[in-house]
Nanobody
């Protein structure tokens, strides 16, 4: 089982950048695909990006493609989300999550394949 703690959020002006960090615990972290989600007030949780266990494959939602980059460091049990060209509509709580099960193949674009979110980190983008 992988447990996660997100950090790196904050207040930034539109057009700015932030780098979120997800620290994961568990000796089998490198076996799990990982994903970043966000949830804005009054909206459903949205899958933003996901990365395979090896880091060689990634998925991005259209809303963040070409602006956000997901990466991982298996030696450090870390997952990152580099966010550039931030917009006010990016304001939300951001969560990372591991693949629910390593028994079955993961579909990076399917939010139901991920779960066990941390407490999240708040990102606020001012206009």
């Amino acid at each position: 089982q992988v447990h996660v703690v997100e950090s790196g959020g904050g207040l930034v002006q539109a057009g700015g950048s932030l780098r979120l960090t997800c620290a994961a615990s568990g000796r089998t972290f490198s076996n799990y695909a990982m994903a970043w989600f966000r949830q804005a007030p009054g909206k459903e949780r949205e899958l933003l990006a996901a990365i395979s266990w090896s880091g060689t494959s990634a998925y991005y939602a259209n809303s963040v493609k070409d602006r956000f980059t997901i990466s991982r460091d298996n030696a450090k049990n870390m997952v990152y989300l580099q966010m550039n060209s931030l917009k006010p509509e990016d304001t939300a709580i951001y969560y990372c999550a591991p693949q629910r099960s390593v028994v079955a193949p993961v579909r990076l674009s399917d939010p139901s394949h991920f779960g066990s979110w941390g407490q999240g980190t708040q990102v606020t983008v001012s206009s």
